[in-house]
């Protein structure tokens, strides 16, 4: 069964950095054509993506975010992790990790967290 | 940068009627389009990919097409449960864009 699970604080100050972790499980992170990617979703606005990270370990970005934002993962853990610095109120959105099978004959984006509610607020 | 334009932004019919969604690319690719359904507070579902095979599980009453840079999603009768909202989005390679969203109401 292929879960992913989104954890970190739910509440950051301005200008801070946030870290949110992702862990999965039912498939390895380190399998060929597993890629994770984090999306974002302000309360009642659209969803937006923000970086993936591929099974080469290949990182992506949103180009508006880009100088922001890092994505890693620690296949051992099965974990990806996503840290955003500089925090603004304008951040305060769900985050979702989500998972991809890469390549030729994908679906997408098949499997999604719970998704993970960060506020930023001083 | 990439985009994809997402038509109309909201609509309201009624049970039974049919309707269509549509997603426009700033740039041709490939049939590497899905679109997901977004009830209230829900997680994202994923309806189609691949432009137009329907998912595991979702009724027959939903559909996708297109190519190229036009993608459309069509509910061929409308039910109560289609209240949601609708999003497109490529995912051949990055950015892995979303279209902004139609809001479906009855």
């Known amino acids: 069964q292929v879960t992913l699970k989104e954890s970190g604080p739910v509440l950051v100050k301005p200008t801070e950095t946030l870290t949110l972790t992702c862990t999965v499980s039912?498939?390895?992170?380190?399998?060929?054509?597993?890629?994770v990617s984090w999306i974002r979703q302000p309360p009642g606005k659209a969803l937006e993506w923000l970086a993936h990270?591929?099974?080469?370990?290949?990182?992506f970005y949103n180009t508006s975010l880009k100088s922001r934002l890092t994505i890693s993962k620690d296949t051992s853990k099965s974990q990806v992790v996503l840290i955003m610095t500089n925090m603004d109120p304008v951040d305060t959105a769900t985050f979702y990790c989500?998972?991809?099978?890469?390549?030729?004959?994908?679906?997408?984006?098949?499997?999604w967290g719970q998704g993970t509610l960060v506020t930023v607020s001083s | 940068d990439f985009q994809m334009t997402q038509s109309p932004s909201s609509l309201s019919a009624s049970v039974g009627d049919r309707v269509t969604i549509t997603c426009r690319a700033s740039?041709?690719?490939?049939?590497?389009l899905a679109w997901f359904q977004q009830k209230p507070g829900k997680v994202p579902k994923l309806l189609v990919y691949?432009?137009?095979t329907l998912q595991s599980g979702v009724p027959s009453r939903f559909s996708g097409s297109g190519s190229g840079t036009d993608f459309t999603l069509t509910i061929r009768s409308l039910q109560p449960e289609d209240v949601a909202t609708y999003y497109c989005?490529?995912?051949?390679?990055?950015?892995?864009?979303f279209g902004q969203g139609t809001k479906v109401e009855i």
């Open positions: 989500a998972r991809i099978i890469e390549g030729s004959g994908s679906l997408g984006f098949d499997y």
């Open positions: 039912g498939f390895s992170l380190s399998n060929a054509r597993m890629g």
């Open positions: 990270i591929s099974s080469s370990d290949i990182e």
């Open positions: 740039q041709g690719f490939s049939n590497a």
């Open positions: 691949a432009a137009s």
């Open positions: 989005q490529k995912y051949d390679r990055a950015p892995l864009t």
